[in-house]
C-alpha cells in the first residue's frame, strides 16, 4: 500500500461536470490523497491524440498512477481501494460485495439515461447551451429512474450495503448519481418517495469526502 506523495503521482483527467469524473474523484477524496486534475471536456472534441491513447473510447475519467493508465470509474474505484492505505471499500462478506457489484452495474445500466442523460442533462446543462429543455424527454426520464431508484431502494432497505456503518464502493458511486438528480427539482421531489434512500443520502452528502467531491450545480462559467 502507498500513499500519494512525492514518490508517487496520481492525475485524473476529466472535466468537473461530470458523473463519472465526480465518482472517481469521490474515491481519492475518501482516501485522502493528493491529484492533479488534468482538463479534458469529452463534449468539446476533437480530443488530443495524447489522451485518446489513454482512452481509447475518448470519455472521461482517467487515473494515470506513474507510468499506469486505468480508465472506467469502476475499475478505478477498484484500483484506488487496493492500492492505497485505508478500510478496505469492498465487503468481506459474499452477499455483501455482490450486491454492490450488482448496484454498480444497474446504476450504469438502468439509471444513468433516465436520470441523467434524459432528467439532469435535459433540465439543467441544455439551458446553457441555450436550448429548451426537451419536456417530453424529462418526463420519460422520471418514470426510468422512478424504476431505478424503487430497486435502489430495496437495496438500502436490505441493509448489506448502503447501510451508513461502513463506506464500500457502492456509496461512491450512487452518491453522484443521488447528487446531480437532486439538482433539478424534479429529482427533489421524487427522492422524498424512498425514505430509506432518502436517509443514506443526508449522510452520505454531509460525509467530507462527497462535500469535497461535489462539483455543484453546472453554471456557464463551467462552459
Ligand atoms: N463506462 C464509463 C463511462 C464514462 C462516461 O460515459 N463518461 C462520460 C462523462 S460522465 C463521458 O465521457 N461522456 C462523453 C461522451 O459520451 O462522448 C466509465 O465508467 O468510466
Known sequence: ?????????????????SLYFWIARLALHERGLSYDIIEMDPFDPPLPDNYLALHPFGRIP?????????YEASAILRYVDQVFDGPSLVP??????????????????????????????????????????????IAEGLRGADRALAAVEAIVSEGLI???RSVTLADLYLGPFIGYF?????????????????????????????????????TNEDK
Open 182 to 218: 437532486v439538482m433539478p427539482p424534479e429529482g427533489v421531489v421524487m427522492l422524498r418517495k424512498f425514505p430509506a434512500l432518502s436517509r443514506w443520502y443526508d449522510w452520505f452528502a454531509a460525509r467530507p469526502s462527497a462535500m469535497a467531491a461535489n462539483p455543484g450545480p453546472p
Open 1 to 17: 500500500m502507498v500513499k500519494a506523495g512525492p514518490a508517487t503521482q496520481l492525475s485524473l483527467y476529466g472535466t468537473e461536470d
Open 92 to 137: 468481506a462478506d459474499a452477499r455483501a460485495a455482490a450486491r454492490m457489484s450488482q448496484l454498480m452495474s444497474l446504476l450504469d445500466d438502468y439509471a444513468v439515461n433516465p436520470m441523467i442523460a434524459k432528467v439532469v442533462s435535459e433540465r439543467l446543462f441544455s439551458p446553457l447551451e441555450g436550448e429548451e429543455p426537451n419536456e417530453e424527454a
Open 162 to 164: 448502503l447501510n451508513q
Open 62 to 70: 482517467t487515473l494515470v498512477h506513474d507510468d499506469f493508465a486505468l
